[in-house]
């Protein structure tokens, strides 16, 4: 049991770190990975943050679209080595993938 959560906050962390490095929001890659749409924002967040924090562990389908928009690999998502930096929040252009500015 401790392995499993260890392994959801490593995986949270580096979908934190990688998301944060593409200049993402959490509602953001939501959007992008599962097809949320821009009115589904909310539920969206609420999912990456779930992931990020280790209270849910994302299913293989998820991992693989995760993995796809962040652009990395596996190994890349389950590397113990990353250091999280806090991100400051800051207000910014939208990605362009995603259609609604009114996401904050």
Excluded: W
């Amino acid at each position: 049991m401790q392995k499993k959560k260890l392994t959801a906050k490593v995986v949270g962390k580096n979908i934190q770190y990688y998301r944060n490095q593409r200049g993402l929001i959490q509602a953001e890659l939501g959007i992008l990975a599962f097809g949320y749409s821009p009115e589904q924002k909310n539920a969206a967040h609420t999912l990456i943050s779930k992931f990020e924090t280790g209270r849910q562990e994302p299913k293989a389908t998820e991992l693989a679209n995760l993995i796809s928009v962040l652009g990395i690999n596996c190994k890349q998502l389950f590397d113990l080595t990353i250091e999280i930096i806090p991100a400051k929040s800051k207000k910014r252009d939208i990605h362009p993938s995603v259609k609604s500015a009114d996401l904050y």
